[in-house]
């Protein structure tokens, strides 16, 4: 039983940094795989970032290796992507999603994998 509420997303200009944070409610916190998905107007939704229950094991999509990195603190309950070096097709909703009952080294990266979803954040990158 986890509710996720993400924050931090804005307009910046290319070239800029955001961090986003997903704060997630749960007991169980720790034991769940977490994910980053984004999705643009007229696109799919697609995997961004994800990770498995203490951040030993990450998983990046391409466009974003190197820019983007994810981490937890399970102490806190939260889940963050710093998002580095934004380009205008950084531009999209981008949400955090939870996983119960995860592998303790399994991230996943199929949107239909998990059972909890946040509200979204909007991220607006300028030319």
């Known amino acids: 039983q986890v509710q996720l509420v993400e924050s931090g997303g804005g307009l910046v200009q290319a070239g800029d940094s955001l961090r986003l944070s997903c704060a997630a409610s749960?007991?169980?916190?720790?034991?769940?795989?977490m994910g980053w998905f984004r999705q643009a107007p007229g696109k799919e939704r697609e995997v961004v970032a994800a990770?498995?229950?203490?951040?030993?094991?990450?998983f990046y999509t391409e466009s974003v290796q190197g820019r983007f990195t994810i981490s937890r603190d399970n102490a806190k309950n939260t889940v963050y992507l710093q998002m580095n070096s934004l380009k205008p097709e950084d531009t999209a909703v981008y949400y955090c999603?939870?996983?119960?009952?995860?592998?303790?080294?399994?991230?996943?990266?199929?949107?239909?994998?998990?059972?909890?979803w946040g509200q979204g954040t909007q991220v607006t990158v300028s030319s």
């Open positions: 999603a939870a996983k119960a009952g995860a592998g303790s080294g399994s991230y996943y990266r199929n949107s239909r994998s998990y059972d909890y």
């Open positions: 749960g007991r169980t916190f720790s034991r769940h795989a």
């Open positions: 990770t498995n229950w203490n951040g030993g094991s990450t």
